[in-house]
């Protein structure tokens, strides 16, 4: 073969390989280019709203906080969401849209368990993978679903840190419940809880979601004179409760819901009559946890007011997906869930470590008592930052 023959392969050669290293790197940048595209619904109206538009708060905020420190995998993360209108039609549509029509890559659960339960069918179905957020109903756990991974407290952890009351002094226990799926299936673990713990049940009374005449029920909680009345109840209903038992003279040791105390709107409603009443609550700002701090302080920048442990949600579900999908190196589906399934890691909302099944087991609740006009964080008791008050 003659000398110029072969130069003329190894330019050809070199072309080629020249041609295919620019058209590799087109692709990378044509990659690079298209956003990791995460799917949500949230109750932006009706019944859950407060809490939906927390949640999207928070994922948005984690979203521009990957985009402002050099984005995923080298892709922009876009946040696509519809609102759900807090009812299970809203949700299975959106999630539907979003997988069919958005092409997005992964997915983020709506607020609450009832939601999530009906978001949870459509992953599946799809076979798309789901981090979930303020849902904590077993149910969602024991179906043998593999795309869905739960960052919240599962209901049968749930009141685990109350643990603080019997320590106190609680000999017996009134529990009343809004008739939810989630106050539901936390009713029925923590009766036997309860009386595990050596508590008597003088009292457990199950109420409709939307009532907010609690008269008769205060009058039934006086003439069981509990040491302590827990509620597991939303903002709105415990707020009712806590009046009507002022307005019927009632008074126990202590009073205690799951989400309302958690929220300052709670201590705005009632002012003094808030003092010394617990919360049970996934996060606290003012609790010794990395990131706390400095993520109320620029979520406060961002929309003007503090955050909740909602917010926190949201966000630290973003966490968890970028975690994933940094781990795995790609958006594929399989690769993300298989990191899902298996990793361990520290988001702002507490550890995420899941079983086989998805359900979260790294994770404990905090207890909180309004003290002195602040949330006060009382157990558990290497985070707390103030002893319980007993009686209140």
Known sequence: MGTHVIRHLVLVTFLTALALSRAAIADDIDQSDNPV????TQS??????EFGIEQLRGLQMWAADV???????????????????SRDAGTVTGFT???GKDNVDVLVGPYSSSLTLKATMVAEKYDIPMVTTAASDEKIWSRGLTNVFGADTPVGDYLNGLQVAADAGVKTVAFVYA???FGDDLAAVSKQRIEDRGLELVLFERYAPEQRDFAALARQLGDVNADMIFGVSYLEDSVEIVRALKNEGVKSKMLGFTIGPG????ATELGAEAEGVLGVVQWLRSSRQPGAQDFAYRFARRYGYRPGVYAVMGYSAGEILEAAIRLAGTTEHAA???QLRTMYFQALIGPYNVDDTGRQIGRRNLVLQWQ?????????????NSPLIYPR
């Open 67 to 85: 985009n402002a420190r050099g984005e995923l995998l080298g892709r922009p993360v876009e946040i696509v969401y519809y609102d759900d209108g």
């Open 372 to 384: 002195d006009g602040e949330r006060r964080l009382v157990a558990p008791e290497q985070l707390a």
């Open 263 to 266: 929220l300052r709107e709670f």
């Open 44 to 49: 932006l109206t009706g019944h859950y709203k």
């Open 336 to 338: 993300v869930r298989e």
């Open 97 to 99: 849209d979003l997988i």
């Open 179 to 181: 008739g939810t799926d």
């Open 37 to 40: 595209r995460i799917g949500t």
